[in-house]
């Protein structure tokens, strides 16, 4: 099997705050990883390889430096990386992401199955692995908890919903998105990390992955944020006092004013 | 690139170091200087207090006529032929931004067996139900939604198409945002409508709660947004509304790529943790499986549902189906309790849109408290049982 995993490097964002005084985010000495969920892919994309044979190339589009998350995918054990990185993809929205990634995708060649993340946690929007798949002109499962069997041309897998899951049996190839419970991630092996050092990433320009100008960047994303503004803060936080049952009681009589019980 | 630093207003102040979310602005010979990593979001050019950033507006991409493009829409999302209560949310919503605009609303329904149903959509606001209902479409098919929404969005094309932020609508919006090359806002929780240029105003937290980001479509149409669960009034059913049905014939274009071979109903009780009006949650600070009983306790009497963080799901008192936060469910009840949960970033970006919530821990310096609106500082399950006692004798 050929996989292809798509990762994204993303800015901790467990490790950002809020300076409560000016409301802005505090981004000193937050880490840039690689995106949570993407080491689900990463992983599950091994244990494919694993088992059925074939080799796992990960792929992101990011500004050079994202060239580390592609080298954390070999450490963690991946066979080839692809870096789509050039000026001209700056200012891309997921439509525009996707465009480019189905492109260098499409370069790539001959693959069974491309898995990412659910989502990634700086932007969240899950739109990324869907749009990607439609541009390829392949099938899109989202939520995958659980990869049954691949059989051939066919696999079969779990897909989380919102009241449980759905047994689900796609064509490949395919593309997929997975959520944490699917597989707990490995660490990287010393070979691993060797092999990742000595690795020179290089990049393919818009040009090389044969993309149409007015696609990509900020000139082919649809969406356009006007605005970024902190969070209305929420209203003054109230400590109750006295014992258990005047605490319980001074809740009871205030969630009742506000018809919440 | 187009945001720009002008040297000669930049006073060097690095406010704008500080408030980029992608650390794409240095300080270059005393002046900020914006690096490759930059998106383009324009945090910067709000922040800057003199002026000194400016993002170009040029919005290139060929302009197309977007007068053609008139009305809301509305998928009107159903499990075994109910509406699902963020449906009925956005009937509120699209009715309101329908009227601003003086245009149509009308509800996109798909599903097998469910015609019958199409008239609660109209008593709910729709002017006009497009209802495919085909057996072909009893199970949730990205290919299948998404081709029937597509082909009547070329053939009406609107101005407009929400969903709810649900397993659902994001997975197969996408698709159809692709297809139609436009813009898709993922889960808003605030929609305005400019009613000159009809241009929708959709807000969204990012990073994980931590900042808004308001995002518009300016030269595609529709605008496709999927929006969050309880965030929007729901219409109010009006039986003697009048509307028209429209049924639309599904046909399977070429081979059937995925289907479902079976469906497993998962969750403990049957509320489903985003469509709760109240919920009571807990995490690893409950010590116990035993423990953790007495809020599914306490969510009986309050008629809520229960969920966890990951350490809780983590420790298997609970389903991961169940589990609120970064890697789990984001909700945004009315009443949103946390017993024995500390306030992991992790989790609370999973709850602190809910309207208001009360924090239970024995630590008083436990990060929960910074986003509660009342907090109770003590031994939780003495202050669960209490309230469990208290809150069966207020409700009678």
């Given amino acids: 099997m050929h996989i292809i995993v798509l990762v994204k490097q993303v800015p901790d964002t467990s490790e950002v705050k809020i300076n409560r005084e000016t409301n802005t985010l505090i981004r000193d000495g937050v880490p840039s990883i690689i995106n949570p969920y993407d080491r689900y892919a990463i992983e599950e994309a091994l244990r494919l390889r694993e088992k059925h044979g074939g080799k796992v190339t990960a792929v992101t589009m990011g500004p050079p430096q994202a060239a580390e998350a592609l080298k954390e995918a070999v450490s963690l054990g991946a066979d080839d990386v692809v870096l789509l990185s050039d000026r001209a993809f700056a200012g891309a929205d997921t439509w525009a992401t996707s465009y480019a990634l189905s492109q260098g995708i499409r370069k790539i060649g001959d693959f069974d199955l491309v898995i990412a993340g659910k989502q990634a946690i700086d932007g969240d929007t899950a739109q990324v692995g869907p749009e990607t798949a439609d541009m390829l002109g392949i099938p899109f499962v989202a939520y995958i908890r659980k990869i049954e069997r691949v059989e051939g041309k066919k696999m079969v897998a779990e897909r989380l919903m919102d009241e449980g899951y759905d047994v689900v049996e796609t064509s490949l190839p395919a593309l997929i998105t997975v959520v944490k419970e699917i597989n707990e991630p490995r660490v990287p092996s010393l070979k691993g990390k060797m092999k990742a050092k000595s690795l020179k990433v290089t990049a393919w320009t818009a040009a090389d992955i044969g993309s149409d100008e007015n696609k990509i960047g900020l000139r082919g994303s649809p969406t356009q944020v006007v605005r970024i503004f902190p969070p209305t803060p929420r209203g003054q936080r109230e400590i109750l006092s006295g014992n258990v049952e005047e605490q319980v009681a001074s809740l009871a009589k205030k969630l009742k004013e506000q018809s919440l019980i | ?396």
């Fill in chain 2, 1 to 396: 690139m187009s945001v720009k630093v002008k040297p000669d207003t930049c006073t060097g102040c690095e406010t704008c170091v500080s408030v980029c979310p992608f650390g794409a602005i240095e300080m270059k010979d005393g002046k900020a200087f914006i690096t490759d990593a930059c998106t383009l979001c324009g945090a910067c050019v709000e922040a800057c207090e003199f002026k000194a950033i400016e993002k170009d507006v040029e919005q290139a991409g060929p302009a197309k006529d977007l007068s053609a493009y008139k009305g809301v829409w509305v998928f009107a999302e159903q499990h075994k032929g109910e509406i699902a209560s963020v449906s009925l949310e956005l009937l509120g919503e699209g009715r309101k931004l329908a009227d601003k605009r003086g245009s149509k609303l009308s509800a996109v329904f798909i599903g097998a067996g469910i015609k019958g149903k199409s008239k609660d959509l109209i008593a709910y606001g729709a002017d006009i139900v497009y209802v495919a209902d085909d057996q072909a479409l009893k199970d949730f098919n990205d290919d299948s939604y998404a081709a029937v929404l597509t082909t009547l969005a070329y053939q009406h094309k609107p101005e407009i198409i929400l969903a709810g932020a649900t397993a659902i609508g994001r997975s197969f919006f996408p698709k159809v945002a692709s297809t139609l090359y436009t813009g898709l806002t993922a889960d808003c929780t605030v929609l305005d409508i400019d009613t000159v240029t009809g241009h929708l105003h959709q807000t969204r937290p990012a990073f994980g709660g931590n900042i808004m980001a308001t995002i518009v479509t300016p030269n595609h149409r529709p605008q496709m947004a999927t929006v969050r669960h309880k965030v929007m009034k729901p219409a109010q059913r009006d039986d003697s509304r009048k509307g028209e049905i429209v049924e639309v014939k599904f046909a399977q274009s070429g081979a059937v790529r995925t289907k479902v071979l079976k469906t497993i109903d998962e969750l403990t009780e049957t509320v489903n943790i985003c469509e709760a009006d109240i919920i009571v949650a807990g995490g690893r600070g409950l010590g116990s499986q035993k423990n953790f009983l007495l809020l599914e306790e306490l969510a009986k009497v309050l008629g809520g549902a229960v969920a966890a963080t990951r350490g809780a799901v983590d420790e298997g008192w609970i389903p991961y189906s169940h589990q609120v936060g970064q890697t789990g469910k984001t909700v945004c009840p009315k009443l949103y309790i946390a017993a024995g949960i500390s306030g992991a970033i992790q989790h609370v970006a999973g709850m602190q849109s809910s309207e208001t919530i009360i924090a239970i821990n024995k630590d008083p310096d436990a990060p929960i408290f910074n986003v509660a609106t009342y907090g109770i500082v003590g031994d939780v399950t003495e202050i669960l049982t209490a309230m469990i006692k208290k809150f069966k004798e207020v409700r009678g």
